[in-house]
């Protein structure tokens, strides 16, 4: 991860604001210094202001580190990685996979304890420590967790002076300068200062400190870099490094050098007095620390704290059971990514900044390869071009094509030869060469891991020798890059990449075949020469084949978020946290023989995103805006037509998800516009997915409205109904079923149903705890709100008393027509009441009574309220729904309460529904001795013989899930 360094005069006005506070700069760190005095009685150290500038410089975190709150210090989230000392003759073995010393031989070191020196021979002579690793394995963190310690002074204070250099920011600068000019440049309070003077032995004090020593060109051929031991002699800053290694410029001095594995032999091994390799996280323990550093520091709530508590065991198991995952969380940088994912999946809320799961990896990407390239050798005759190709386009042009092979042929695993194939690729020069060396050493291992899992859809049939397969280290990496990799145009087709050829070469000759026609013209007739201008087709069949193409990019969008075999699968998000928590119990069941990847065509989309393509470009990878014009139009097209198509939940939720990413709220709006039912029954809404709900209809006009929303069986609760709320204005009919609503919940309930802006005409409340608190409360809002026609309260424990509370509060709404209040242990004389209410009600048609602890009596009576004569000044009937009977007679409703227990049995008492389920028994049984009518009695049969069916199913366990009552 690259360092943050700020502008000098950011750097000088943040210190005069702090000089004037007089405050101390390290309240987290326990590092107290005296605040700056104006008065010239008290002289500064000009060390202690190099602290003091150091902690400004050093302390701020990356911009990454804000989707975590922003509750972190340095010290609270560093957890030191594995560093182990490597011996120089190791040779080779210092290019070693950093996987492969997850059994180190030998014992963890210390920053600290590199500098003390074991080599009587070298008493008076600074050590030249060079500190290497892999990309991810936190080479950067740990050197601003050194720089911050010796600033506190908790660390490597036996040094006065600690000066850090950006070999990246020397190998930039091209003019000539002394040691003490490059100090002076940076550190402008060192000027001068006597530790760097050259005289005595002064120079012990001082500490060195070059990071990302590949950025720089070092030649140590004497012939090539003169010999200096002057300190105020003006050098290229290249020799000035060579001459503090070598030991000739200050030798007294110590320098710790950082750098990747490739660039290990720019130095020679003389002058290194010790390697240390640093390893990452090679134990469970380490990235336990980790994750709890980061997770368990929230916002101080403590339901999020148990949460999080949660998440870290559950990773912990993963991590304990040598997954895959564990292989990558090996590297710091992906135990980022693993934290940043599930604070975006877990801790999302209505008051977090937008995020997106595309712009995670964005900035992860970001994170480790800003401005990294790819160096292009040591000679002087390399075009300037090629010194600054871009390490991430070089990894998209390589292991995205990899990647994108893998997803054309559902595959996941790679063989060692298929890597050396498709990285090695057709490489010419050796300057190409050079680079896959460079690349394969530094780059490769931190996408691609060795497999540890069995059943990662490897080949049947055993290759020879056994030979290792490799995966993506984040299945999920995988799919990102091969959406990197189409819609950044890497798959031309050959058509394509020929037509461009000849588009470019025809087109830059019509320019002087055209003038000479013009000429021509005017002597000879112009149809002689008709056949030049097919020359201008060329550039427009090229960008007619640039369109088609954008738009086959579309196509595989649309075919890939929508495909039949992958309908039945959980949603992506839900994919996405098994793959970092592991998967607890019984193994899902895939539907289809290949690795479905249904993330990428939501990394496609997600990408497209302006907001991702400013970070993309800042890597390298440059996607033009006329690009992602063609696609979303082609896009949008191919959307409409997939959902004119009724589509399993799961697709609906991957769809939203999509056009979350997409951060595009005109796509969005006509998107949806075509979709007027919304069905997410059984999907496991969290924070997130709903956030993502209200976001993408938050996206239409107010004049858009939804048929009906299904979120039944969603286990939403009382904090997920606030981030719903701006979907729920935009929905009709509202289906909350087999939730875990309580009294709470109500509230905000109440306070929708009392927005006028709602128009919700259906709200169906069904087996949620609303009690008669919560009934109560919801009842509140029937005098302000003129759009709710049917109220379902089914098994929601309303009670007597809330039955009562119902009745008395009817009359306030006047466009109530149909109330479901079954299983709801109301008695007779409650239910009486509640039909008496209904019938003087206006509009009210039909009422739900059925499963509730009604006698015969009540039944009887409940029949003859509803009827019109005598009890109705209007005339209205009002149908009273009790039994599969009315009196002596079938029901007409018979078969939607039938159905309606046997699709909710399951979830009910049993024993409750078994009673009920014999009285209608006993009932039918009576009402059928009353008529000697043949043809009645049959009918009574069929209805006696369904409720004994439903009652044997009940009793053998065979009911279907609970899916939810609809009128």
Request: some cysteine; overall charge neutral; aromatic content about 8%.
């Amino acid at each position: 991860m690259a360092l943050l360094h700020r502008q000098p005069s950011q750097m000088l006005r943040l210190w005069r604001w702090k000089m004037k506070a007089e405050v101390s700069l390290y309240p987290a760190t326990g590092f107290h210094c005296r605040a700056f005095c104006s008065t010239p009685s008290e002289p500064v150290e000009p060390i202690e202001i190099h602290k003091r500038k150091l902690f400004l410089w050093f302390s701020p975190l990356p911009h990454e580190e804000k989707q975590f709150g922003g509750y972190f210090s340095p010290e609270t989230m560093h957890v030191d990685p594995l560093i182990l000392e490597r011996k120089a003759e190791e040779g080779s073995g210092l290019l070693s996979s950093p996987c492969q010393t997850q059994n180190p031989s030998s014992p963890s070191v210390t920053v600290e304890e590199l500098f003390e020196s074991t080599d009587p021979l070298s008493v008076g002579q600074g050590l030249n420590v060079l500190m290497y690793g892999a990309v991810g394995t936190g080479k950067s963190t740990v050197v601003r967790k050194l720089v911050l310690d010796w600033c506190a002074g908790t660390t490597l204070t036996h040094f006065k002076l600690l000066i850090p250099f950006s070999c990246e920011d020397l190998g930039q600068l091209s003019k000539v300068a002394s040691l003490r000019d490059l100090v002076s440049r940076k550190y402008l309070h060192l000027t001068k200062h006597p530790l760097l003077s050259g005289e005595g032995n002064q120079a012990k004090d001082v500490l060195f400190l070059f990071s990302g020593l590949e950025k720089m060109k070092l030649d140590f051929r004497i012939g090539a870099t003169e010999l200096c031991s002057d300190p105020n002699e003006k050098l290229t800053p290249g020799e000035v490094v060579v001459n503090l290694l070598r030991k000739y410029l200050l030798p007294e001095a110590s320098i710790l050098v950082t750098t990747r594995l490739s660039a290990l032999d720019r130095i020679p091994q003389k002058f290194v007095s010790r390697y240390a390799q640093i390893c990452g996280f090679s134990d469970p323990d380490r990235q336990r620390a980790y994750f709890t550093s980061r997770l368990l520091q929230q916002n101080g709530e403590t339901a999020c704290d148990h949460e999080a508590q949660a998440l870290i065991e559950l990773l912990y198991l993963n991590l304990q059971r040598e997954s895959q995952l564990a292989a990558a969380c090996f590297l710091p940088s992906y135990c980022w990514l693993t934290c940043a994912t599930l604070h975006f999946l877990h801790f999302t809320n209505a008051k977090s900044p937008i995020r997106t799961l595309t712009g995670i990896y964005t900035s992860f990407l970001r994170l480790n390869f800003g401005g990294e390239v790819l160096s292009a050798g040591t000679g002087t005759n390399v075009p300037m071009q090629e010194l600054h190709s871009s390490l991430m386009l070089y990894v998209v042009r390589t292991v995205g094509k990899l990647a994108f092979d893998g997803i054309t042929y559902k595959r996941t695993s790679f063989s060692a030869k298929e890597l050396e194939q498709w990285i090695g690729g057709k490489t010419k020069t050796d300057e190409d060469l050079r680079q896959l060396a460079m690349f394969q050493t530094d780059v490769l291992d931190f996408f691609l891991a060795p497999c540890v899992e069995g059943g990662k859809h490897l080949p049947e049939e055993p290759t020879e020798n056994d030979e290792k397969w490799y995966v993506f280290a984040v299945p999920a990496m995988q799919e990102y890059l091969a959406a990197l990799y189409v819609v950044l145009g890497e798959n031309k087709s050959a058509l394509e990449k020929l037509t461009k050829q000849v588009s470019v070469a025809i087109g830059q000759a019509s320019e002087d075949v055209g003038a000479l026609v013009n000429i021509l013209s005017k002597f000879i007739p112009l149809r002689i020469f008709a056949v030049f201008n097919l020359l201008k087709l060329f550039p427009k069949l090229y960008e007619k084949i640039r369109s088609y193409n954008k738009g086959s990019i579309a196509r595989t969008m649309a075919a890939e978020m929508f495909r039949s075999e992958d309908s039945y699968n959980e949603d992506v998000l839900d994919q996405v946290e098994q793959s970092l928590l592991g998967v607890h119990g019984p193994q899902p069941q895939q539907c289809s023989e290949g690795q479905p990847f249904e993330l990428y065509p939501i990394f496609m989309g997600g990408l497209l995103h302006y907001g991702n393509r400013v970070l993309l470009q800042q890597l390298g990878c440059n996607i033009q805006s006329s690009t992602v014009a063609q696609i979303t139009s082609a896009l949008k097209k191919y959307l409409v037509r997939e959902l004119s198509k009724q589509q399993p939940p799961e697709e609906l939720m991957d769809l939203l998800v999509l056009l979350y990413e997409f951060q595009n709220p005109r796509l969005t709006a006509e998107v949806l516009a075509s979709i007027r039912n919304i069905c997410l029954k059984n999907i496991r809404m969290t924070s997130l997915k709903c956030f993502i709900l209200s976001s993408v209809i938050s996206c239409t006009p107010a004049s858009y409205h939804l048929e009906e929303l299904d979120l039944s069986s969603c286990l939403l609760t009382h904090s997920l109904l606030q981030m719903l709320r701006p979907a729920f204005k935009h929905t009709r009919n509202l289906n909350l079923q087999f939730n875990s609503l309580g009294p709470e919940s109500c509230i905000h309930l109440r306070e929708l149903l009392r927005d006028p802006n709602s128009s919700i005409r259906s709200l169906q409340l069904c087996d949620n705890p609303l009690l008669e608190s919560g009934v109560r409360t919801l009842l509140e809002a029937l005098p302000e709100n003129q759009s709710l026609m049917s109220l379902s309260l089914m098994h929601t424990e309303l009670g007597d008393n809330g039955a009562l509370d119902l009745a008395e509060r009817l009359q306030q709404h006047a466009g109530l027509q149909e109330l479901n209040v079954a299983y709801n242990n109301i008695g007779d004389n409650s239910a009486l009441t509640l039909v008496d209410a209904c019938r003087e009600h206006p509009s009210i048609h039909t009422v739900h009574l059925y499963l509730n602890h009604l006698s015969d009596v009540g039944k009887q009576s409940l029949y003859v309220r509803g009827g019109p004569k005598g009890h109705s000044s209007s005339g209205r009937r009002v149908k009273v729904l009790v039994s599969v009977t009315e009196g002596a007679d079938i029901s007409e409703d018979w078969h939607p309460i039938l159905r309606v227990i046997r699709e909710n049995a399951s979830s009910w008492d049993r024993e409750r529904v078994k009673q009920q389920l014999k009285v209608f028994l006993r009932d039918l049984e009576w009402g059928r001795q009353q008529h000697h009518s043949l043809w009645k009695r049959l009918h009574f049969r069929r209805v006696e013989k369904g409720v004994r069916q439903t009652l044997q199913m009940l009793e053998k366990d065979t009911l279907p899930p609970a899916t939810g009552y609809s009128n």
